[in-house]
Nanobody
Framework: QVQLVESGGGLVQAGGSLRLSCATS????????MGWFRQAPGKQRELVAI???????NYADSVKGRFTISRTNAKNTVYLQMNSLKPEDTAVYYC????????WGQGTQVTVSS
């Protein structure tokens, strides 16, 4: 079995924080990048943040300075610390991992109320 297991989503007030986590469950080897995408109602899925096995990161402009992605390679686990949350951050957040294939989590709902 190969899968990604997400946790940490929920309902939070504007200005609050959440920490998402995602770990591999099963046999995924030689992972290169891990990261997070999100999809809001009526919108295309978009990149939020990505981190390579070497620690290089990339962020969407809309979250830069507020979100921080990190990774524990030994556990193939990726985290997304989300601070200063805004209502426009409301979306389903999907974990992502890549080797020669792409893997996706089921998604976790993040709702930010005003």
């Amino acid at each position: 079995q190969v899968q990604l297991v997400e946790s940490g989503g929920g309902l939070v007030q504007a200005g609050g924080s959440l920490r998402l986590s995602c770990a591999t469950s099963g046999s995924i080897f030689n992972i290169n990048s891990m990261g997070w995408f999100r999809q809001a109602p009526g919108k295309q899925r978009e990149l939020v943040a990505i981190i390579t096995s070497g620690g290089s990161t990339n962020y969407a402009d809309s979250v830069k300075g507020r979100f921080t992605i990190s990774r524990t390679n030994a556990k193939n686990t990726v985290y997304l610390q989300m601070n200063s949350l805004k209502p426009e951050d409301t979306a389903v957040y999907y974990c992502y991992a890549n080797n020669m294939y792409d893997y996706w989590g089921q998604g976790t709902q993040v709702t930010v109320s005003s």
